[in-house]
């Protein structure tokens, strides 16, 4: 689902309610919403207005939404900066270009943000999508370094959902909640077999309306292409660093980082809705690994995944430093001058280290996304990939996500099947 700005009604002429979007001035239908008067607040989307709002609860969205787009003085900025941001908007930059964004500071590193924003607001407008993750079994088979599902964490509870709660609770997510895309995620767990995969995915189409991404690790081509057919959109599919004595440091059980790029490339062959991406701030990686990591999100992703490490107890990386706050946000920042009209979440890591303020933030640098968690909270505790401390406070989000409309569901459609036709067309 896909929440907008709240707009206050200006005027009202000819049947219809004048708003404010951005700096013009724009007429909407009034016939859903009657008895609107002037200084109401309401909800709409494209053309209509959909919902009248309470005054307090649009002030409430707009303050965690409304970034005032600070106006930095370029011209005392320097010279290669200034050319780098006018050089993306019309090219892609370079890893040079990258590096140096990712080393700004101060008044540079505002300006950055502010330019992120900006582009955010020029080309997606305000509307802030809604996820939803289900995440149904915490059982792995692999054991990487930095994640608390490793197998080798004997103290973790291990869980796994049946088929019917999987299919329940997604059910009762879209038709009582509104979700228009579920992410279903676990471990790379093999109890689900690709049959039992396929069933959870049809099951699911057949109940409620939704997409699906599913998160389920490397599986192969044939696994993935059943539950394409099955009704699967996307996948969440991190590449987790682009740096081969990284990736194989962090992932010593022999998985390897061209078999990830290769389920990339099939994913993407078979017509899957790619979010990718990798892990900001992990032991020796440099600031030029994380711009080869932008360069190679930006090559493969449709929506983008990224995010700090937070380092997790009982796994051997426990003891090391987290991931950087300002790092992550210029990795947003720098990714939406580079993906205009990409999706761009606000994750989990970021909120836990950044706190509530972590949301508004990474929304200021560029993002437009957020994914709440819908996994059922007697097993929440144990999905813990690292330590989530943050407390979401996603009621007021929920509540005016656009729930019931047919609308948000097509508008989804609509971008995804754009995005993916985009590409199609430039490749070929
Ligand atoms: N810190 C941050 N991200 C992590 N992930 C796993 N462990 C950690 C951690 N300690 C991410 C990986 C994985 C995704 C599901 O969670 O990128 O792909």
């Known amino acids: ?31 859903l919403v009657p008895n609107l008067k002037v200084g109401d607040w309401i909800l709409y989307i494209n053309d209509s207005a959909l919902e009248k709002i309470p005054r307090n609860e649009a002030k409430e969205i707009l303050e965690l939404l409304e970034v005032p787009y600070q106006k930095i003085d370029i011209s005392r900025l320097s010279g ?5 941001i006018q050089t993306s908007k019309s090219k892609d930059l370079t890893k040079e270009e990258v590096v140096y964004l990712l080393k700004t500071k101060e008044l540079e590193q505002k300006a950055l943000f502010s330019e992120a924003n900006l582009v ?23 054991d990487c370094l930095y994640c608390g599902l490793r197998k080798e964490n004997l103290t973790l509870p291990r869980y796994r959902m049946s088929i019917e709660d999987i299919v329940n609770i997604a059910d009762k997510a879209v038709t009582e909640a509104g979700y228009k895309l579920l992410v279903l995620q676990s471990g790379e767990d093999y109890f689900y077999t690709d049959d039992i995969l396929e069933e959870i995915i049809k099951k699911i189409k057949e109940k409620c309306r939704v997409f699906i991404f599913i998160s389920i690790g490397e599986r192969g081509y044939k696994c993935y292409e059943r539950l394409k057919k099955a009704g699967a959109s996307g996948v969440l599919f991190r590449f987790e660093t682009s740096n081969l004595e990284l990736f194989k440091k962090l992932h ?98 970021l909120e836990t280290l950044a706190g509530e303020n ?65 590409e199609k067309y430039a490749t070929n």
């Open 80 to 84: 290669k900066f200034r050319d780098i």
């Open 252 to 349: 010593p059980q022999g998985k390897n980082l061209a078999n990830r790029f290769e389920h990339l490339r099939f994913m993407k062959e078979l017509g899957y809705f790619i979010a990718t991406g990798s892990i900001i701030g992990l032991p020796n990686q440099t600031i030029e690994n994380l711009a080869e990591d932008i360069l190679t999100t930006k090559k493969w992703a449709h929506m983008v995944s990224t995010g700090p490490f937070v380092p997790c107890d009982n796994t051997p990386l426990a003891n090391l430093v987290h991931g950087n706050i300002e790092m992550s946000l210029k990795t947003i920042a720098i990714l939406r001058l580079m993906m205009k009209n990409a999706r761009i979440p606000v994750v989990t890591a």
């Open 120 to 142: 955010r607001k020029t080309y997606i407008k305000d509307f802030i999508c809604i996820h939803g993750i289900i995440e149904f079994s915490n059982f792995c088979k692999n």
């Open 1 to 31: 689902m896909c929440l907008t700005i709240p707009a206050q009604v200006i005027k009202l002429e000819k049947g219809k309610a004048v708003i404010q979007e951005n700096d013009r001035f724009k007429q909407i239908q009034i016939s």
């Open 358 to 422: 972590g949301r508004k933030r990474a929304l200021q640098a560029g993002a437009n996304s957020l994914m709440f968690n819908l996994t059922p909270e007697n097993y929440r505790p144990f999905y813990k990939i690292y330590p989530d401390k943050f407390f979401q406070k996603e009621t007021i989000w929920q509540k005016y996500g656009l729930f019931k409309y047919e609308e948000s569901y097509k508008m989804l459609e609509e971008r995804m099947t754009k995005e993916i036709e985009k």
